[in-house]
Nanobody, 120 residues
Framework: QVPLVESGGDSVQAGGSLRLSCAAS????????MAWFRQAPGKEREEVAH???????HYAVPIEGRFTISQDNAKTYWYLQMNSLNPDDTAMYYC??????????????WGQGTQVTVSS
């Protein structure tokens, strides 16, 4: 059983919206941090947003205000609502979970990714 499975990626035009979902089969209840990362072609993977153990959301500066990370009450799924998409948001998006805890998030579970493509 794959611990994390993303869905919701698609091809959209600039200005459009998408909602990514991450299904966390059996690990989310003990996740200290739950995050979304992305990797564009030729670029390094970067964090988009994460939810910490206390349920607070944290965002990377370039996307703050356009994206919203959330989780369901059962902590079985977490989501990334993306609005006002632009071509720079084109990337493979990954969800990740940290189940080990610690002073900072250190992700030990990763999904296989869902592709987001934004055309101008």
């Amino acid at each position: 059983q794959v611990p994390l499975v993303e869905s919701g990626g698609d091809s959209v035009q600039a200005g459009g919206s998408l909602r990514l979902s991450c299904a966390a089969s059996g690990i989310a209840y003990r996740a200290y941090c739950m995050a979304w990362f992305r990797q564009a072609p030729g670029k390094e993977r970067e964090e988009v947003a994460h939810i910490d153990y206390f349920g607070s959301a944290h965002y990377a500066v370039p996307i703050e205000g356009r994206f919203t990370i959330s989780q369901d009450n059962a902590k079985t799924y977490w989501y990334l609502q993306m609005n006002s998409l632009n071509p720079d948001d084109t990337a493979m998006y990954y969800c990740a979970a940290d189940t080990r805890g610690g002073d900072s998030c250190d992700y030990n579970y990763w999904g296989q990714g869902t592709q987001v493509t934004v055309s101008s």
